[in-house]
């Protein structure tokens, strides 16, 4: 492999792309949507002392978004459109190798995908005027999402490598993607009201005046999911693995200052089992101290992160996909489907 022969693939790739004027309308509508979101989310932060960290927080994850809806159409036919077009055999007589090509193809598909952040950039430097934000979240949330950003491109390159008509691969990497981002919420939902058991509430009982009984309890039984036993579905996906790897940071009450804290929290929170309840209108609320709700800090420093799972899921998925697209291209070919284009 050579590094010039991949940066010459990647510059020709992305120079068809640049050539289109809807890659730059695409660019702009873009920037015009992160404008509006960056505005209501200074509206929606006004109310606390960490304003920049909460819109940083929802800028990072807008661009993921448009990351894993937009991607999947730039890379799922990086190859196969060039083999239907008849191009790809004139670059595999030359001397590119076959690791020079997908890694090239994979290399325009992550520029393309950065070209997103690159246009969120102003407003990522204009979140952080609102102050609170803390120097270690946005070193590592801007990492995972330069990573997931990777990955979603070596699906697309992978799947397009591996499916012979363009816009089936496409298809399939919109599908793999929605399995990722939808598709774990849908398990997870499904997964945990399917399963379900008893809880027992506790409270104390009223007379026929509305005077409540302070010398017995009434109890009742109710069925709860058990979200416990499949949280772990949630890990591989994007959104949760960004959440999870990044820092939290709290109020002095213990909540989570930014989008990113409230996704942790919300996973964090998932990971605990029913328990029972118990309502004593005996006893004011501020001296209940039997069993005190724990605060969000309490709960997401109790429980258990999940992003490297769900990240080793994730690149074991785009590894796999993508290896099995370099096989396919290698020359000379033992078999090819149907109809395909050499030349």
Not at 76 to 94: H, K, M, P, S, W
Not at 217 to 244: G, Q, Y
Not at 284 to 289: A, E, G, T
């Amino acid at each position: 492999m050579s590094i010039s022969h991949i940066t010459t693939i990647a510059r020709l790739e992305l120079t068809q792309r640049l050539r289109s004027v809807g890659w730059y309308v695409l660019l702009g509508v873009f920037g015009v949507v992160l404008l509006g979101v960056t505005v209501l989310a200074f509206a929606v932060y006004a109310w606390g002392d960490s304003v920049g960290a909460g819109v940083y927080s929802i800028v990072v994850n807008m661009v993921l978004l448009l990351v894993v809806l937009v991607s999947p159409t730039l890379s799922g036919n990086a190859i196969n459109g060039d083999r239907d077009a008849a191009t790809l055999a004139a670059v595999q007589v030359t001397a590119a190798t076959t690791g020079d090509i997908m890694l090239g193809k994979l290399l325009a598909a992550i520029a393309t995908g950065g070209a997103f952040l690159v246009v969120a950039l102003p407003f990522l430097a204009f979140s952080l005027v609102g102050g609170g934000a803390d120097a270690l979240v946005l070193l590592i949330s801007l990492l995972v999402l330069v990573v997931e950003i990777v990955i979603v491109a070596a699906i697309g390159v992978g799947l397009s490598g591996l499916i012979a008509r363009p816009l089936f691969s496409v298809a399939a990497t919109y599908l793999v993607v929605a399995g990722l981002v939808i598709g774990t919420l849908i398990a997870f939902s499904l997964g945990g009201m399917a399963v379900r058991t008893e809880t027992t509430t506790y409270s104390r009982p009223y007379d026929a005046r509305g005077e409540v009984i302070c010398d017995r309890w009434d109890e009742s039984t109710s069925e709860s999911p058990r979200f416990d036993l499949v949280w772990w579905v949630l890990a591989a996906n994007p959104f949760v693995v960004l959440a999870d790897a990044t820092p939290t940071e709290f109020t002095d009450d213990g909540y989570p200052v930014d989008l990113f804290g409230q996704i942790k929290l919300g996973v964090r929170t998932a990971q605990q089992p029913p328990s029972e309840l118990r309502w004593d209108d005996c006893v004011p609320m501020y001296l209940q101290q039997e069993n005190p709700m724990p605060t969000p800090r309490e709960t997401i420093e109790s429980t258990v992160p999940s992003w490297f799972v769900g990240l080793g899921v994730q690149l074991v998925l785009a590894g796999g996909l993508f290896a099995g697209a370099w096989a396919r291209t290698r020359t000379p070919a033992k078999r090819l489907p149907p109809g395909t284009r050499i030349a």
